[in-house]
Each structure stands twice: as C-alpha cells, then as structure tokens.
C-alpha cells in the first residue's frame, strides 16, 4: 500500500493509502472508533465501523495508548465535518510500540514539566505550530537574500576575538590557544562583503548573557546581511523590506499553525513600509513621559522597548545612539561625534529588539583608536583592520534574531518556545 504523508491527503481521495505515525487521540461510541493518528506534517481521523463487538481490530483499536506508533491502512474519503476535510476509513492497523504511560497528557502542566520534557513536548499541537513556523521563516530569509542577489557566506563559530563585548563570551580551548564561541558573523561578514559584495550569514550565535528575560537565549540563530557601500539608511530600508517580506509570507503560507496559535493576525496585516523612524534622543524624551527612570545615555532595557513598542503599531527603527553604548566597530554620526550611526528594530506589541545594525567604520586610525578604547587586543583584530587598509569602503549591516522575530510573529510569551532545544541560563537540559 502506498505510505503517504498526511498534508498531501487531498491528492489520494478514495485511494487505499498508509499512514506511519503516533495516536494523538481516541473515542469509542457503540460499533464505532474514531482515532486521531499524527504523522508530523498533520493529524488525520480514522474511523472503524463494526456490528461485531469482539472484532480484531476493535482490540487493537482498544490496546492503543496516547503516542503510540502506528501504521493505519484504509481508504481515503472526503469528510466535511473531519479535521482536515479528510479521513481515513481504517482497514487495518499495525501497532509498532505501545507507549505507556506518555508523561504528557491533555491536561494542564507546569511549564518547568513541560521544559524538562521538551523533547516530548515538541510533538504538542501549539509547539509544532510555532516550529512549523519557524521552518517557514528561515525559508522566507533565506528567499529574500537570495532573491535580492546576496552570497550566502558561512561564518566560523570558533572565533578568537570578540564582537558584541567581551562580556557575554563563551570561552573554550582551542589547542594550546584560547577560542571564543560566535556572538556574530559580522566582523567576517565585512571581510566577504569586500569580497562579494552582498552578503549574509546565518547561523547560531552565543552569548553568555547572565539576563534571564522572556527576551533572551544562550544560544540563538540570527541572520546577518552585509552590504558593502551601504549607509546607515539604505540598511534601515533593507531590514524594512526583509521584515514585511517575511510576515507576508508567514500570512500566506502559515494560516492553520497561526489559528493553531490563536494568534489575532491584524496587528501583523497592519505592517508595511515605512516603518516610523526616532532618534535615540527622542526616543529617551518619549520614555521619560511614560514614567519611567531611563537617563540619556542609558540602554534600553525589556521595560523601556515595551513603552517605545506601545507608542507605535508598526515597528519603530531606533537610531543614533550614544556610541558608548554601542560595538567599537559603529560609525559615528559626522555631525555630533558621540553618537553612532546604528539602528535597533523593536517589534510592536511588546517584543522588543529584534534587528541590531548599523553603519560601520571605515577608516583605519579612528578604527584603531576605537579597538584601544574598548581596549580589545590589537593583534586580533589585525586581519580586520587590512579591511580598511585595502580598499576601505563606507558599509553596512544588521543582524536579524530568528527567535526573536518568532515570538513576536507567534506571540508566544516567553522565546524558549521558538527553538527546538532552548538553552537558557544554567539550564541545558534535554
Ligand atoms: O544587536 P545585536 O547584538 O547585534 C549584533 O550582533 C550585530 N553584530 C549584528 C550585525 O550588525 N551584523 O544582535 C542582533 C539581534 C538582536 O536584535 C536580537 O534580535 C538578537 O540578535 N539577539 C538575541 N536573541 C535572543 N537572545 C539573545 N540573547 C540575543 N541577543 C541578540
Ligand atoms: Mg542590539
């Protein structure tokens, strides 16, 4: 018989197929049994009709436990009140392992429970949804990027020298040297720019970030696009286009894990170009208003992206920032020499940053000058400044945090839901 996946259903009406999966649910009423079968790309209903109360299959039917494996047989037929618009008509049924006792039942659970048992937790309705989101997302980047003509450069994940600080470094041997785990591609990802011109990198990131925060992983996914030539500006404008590109998409093809989610899609329908556009300084004016303690000169913390958030219903680009705030690496504004040229992206409703970018420094003295202040070790960084040694040009770029973008876009309340295996402060397990 012909196996076939469940999200193709349609395409087998009134065929004899296969079904390999896990018992999501069962009901029995008189001759009749109803189960709902799983098969990771969606759930289908099996029916089974018998006037005879001892039937084989009744007893198969009758063993089957929650998670269970299973191979069901049967004919395909249109249903309008399934699931789906489908079921099948069950044949014949295979059991491959009764799973007992599967620890997570229809009831409530403690979400520590439910993290320790992320590995099982996966297979819940809600987390399939927002991962099957998630594999729609990187998809939609990965399309626009490449759409838009950027080379797709892997950056290294053992790195020598810092990018972000050299406060959230993870730090790890590398033979008889020290070794850094990536905080970002991007100082790489300047050096391919020169190379190709338009790039991007996507991969893992880690930051030994001691904030435990709804906000904020160990180790997360960011994509990094870095365009040589590009201004402050043209960067802005890209991370626009990238974000409405993507919602778009996840509109379109995302409907049912998005209903799943109980998700109101309005606020995301709203979302087009331009996004509003506010200094640093007017930013802090604004939050001032809103009661809060936040000085110039301060960062944003989770409280003060959350005010800024409710002043807009688009996300609002944030841009020249104290630059003692900000990476060594960001060009300051020609006019007032203590701001620098970088943007940060906050989402709307409450998500908080979910693009850091900006333009970077081009020249070499004042990139030296720059590496001593945040006292950074020279000879690391060597290779970097021959970028502005050899045919230095303005560029630009952002890094874009999938989980992030995920939970804003899913509106899950915390972002360890956004990753298969979440690795947050003190905890890596499973
Ligand atoms: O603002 P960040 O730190 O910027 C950079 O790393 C730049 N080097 C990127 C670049 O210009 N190429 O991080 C960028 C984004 C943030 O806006 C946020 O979405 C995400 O990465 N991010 C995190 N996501 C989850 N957990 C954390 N601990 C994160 N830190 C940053
Ligand atoms: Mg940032």
Known sequence: MNWIYIEDIADFKDQEVEIRGWLYNKRSSGKARFLLVRDGTGILQGTLFSPERDHPLFKKFDSLTQESSLIVRGRVKEEKRAPGGFEIEIQDIEVLQIAKDYPITPKEHSTPFLMEHRHLWLRSRKQHAILQIRTELIKAIRDFFDGRGFRLMDTPILTPSACEGTTTLFETEYFDQKAYLSQSGQLYNEATAMAFGKVYCFGPTFRAEKSKTRRHLIEFWMVEPEVAFATLNDIIELGEDLVVSIIERILEKNKNELEVLERDTKPLERIKRPFPRITYDDAVQKIKKKDSKMEWGDDFGAPEETLLSEI?????????????????????????????????????????????????????????????????PREAYEWYMDLRKYGSVPHSGFGLGIERTLAWICKTKHIRETIPFPRLLYKIYP
Do not use: W
């Open 312 to 376: 807009f219903d688009l996300p609002v680009c944030v841009t020249h920032f104290p630059a003692k705030i900000k990476a060594f690496y960001m060009q300051p504004d020609p006019e007032r020499s203590e701001l620098s040229l970088g943007v940060d992206m906050i989402a709307s409703e409450g998500y908080g940053e979910i693009i850091g970018g900006g333009q970077r420094i081009h020249d070499m003295n004042l990139l030296e000058q720059k590496i001593k202040e945040h006292k950074l």
